[in-house]
């Protein structure tokens, strides 16, 4: 993975990025060494802050299993859906799941998790789909008539018109009542900085005794 050196960001590139997300430059750089790690996408020759990973590049850098859900963070955060995100879409996205978001750009983002088909709406399916790959995602074993029992439940809280739909305020309603709701889409992204500089570092101590008389 990633075998070939990254081109750095420029002071003026991570100004701009410190702007859009409220990273610390650290913190920019840091995670662009993450995203750069997982990238082995070569041949369209772009490096920098025009470098791209794909779906299963993503899915490593998270450090996830191969899931619906990953599938659905990975549609959201490549926001020109050409199957490629790039830095400034991986770093936008990576920034509404930490802290330093606001409630209302995690509802937003929690929200589109699971309407599929960007109608502005949810339904059983789109709801049973997510569910399943998140406790999926979790290693939590349920059985089928359980999810479905939960499915049915969210829509008798969350329902409040009847018409067989969440809306985005009656899914806003909801989340006031279940703020925990948003806590699975919280990174910490200082832990995950530090893990990977563990790794670096205990990659480099090894490689440097292998070298030494």
């Known amino acids: 993975m990633g075998n070939k050196a990254s081109k750095a960001l420029n002071a003026k590139t991570i100004k701009g990025y410190q702007k859009l997300t409220k990273f610390e430059p650290d913190e920019i750089k840091a995670l662009y060494n993450q995203f750069a790690q997982f990238k082995t996408t070569e041949?369209?020759?772009?490096e920098g802050a025009e470098a791209v990973i794909n779906r299963k590049e993503f899915q490593l850098a998270l450090g996830c299993l191969d899931s619906l859900f990953v599938d659905r963070i990975f549609q959201l955060f490549d926001k020109n859906s050409d199957g490629?995100?790039?830095?400034?879409?991986f770093l936008v996205g990576i920034a509404i799941l930490s802290t330093k978001s606001s409630t209302e750009q995690k509802l937003k983002f929690s929200f589109d998790l699971y309407d599929f088909n960007g109608d502005g709406k949810i339904d059983r399916?789109?709801?049973k789909r997510l569910l399943v790959a998140s406790l999926g995602e979790n290693k939590?074993?349920?059985a089928d008539a359980h999810v479905d029992a939960l499915v049915e439940q969210t829509f008798t809280q969350a329902d409040l018109n009847g018409d067989g739909f969440i809306d985005f305020e009656e899914y806003h309603q909801m989340v006031?009542?279940?703020p925990a709701l948003l806590k699975p889409l919280?990174?910490?992204v200082a832990?995950?900085?530090a893990e990977r500089t563990r790794s670096a570092a205990a990659g480099g101590a090894t490689g440097g005794a292998g070298g030494t008389a």
């Not at 041949?43 to 772009?46: A, N, Q, Y």
């Open 43 to 46: 041949e369209d020759g772009k």
């Open 176 to 178: 006031i009542k279940h």
């Open 84 to 89: 490629l995100i790039n830095f400034e879409e």
């Open 186 to 188: 919280t990174l910490n």
């Open 140 to 142: 939590v074993p349920m």
């Open 125 to 127: 399916d789109e709801l």
């Open 191 to 193: 832990e995950i900085i």
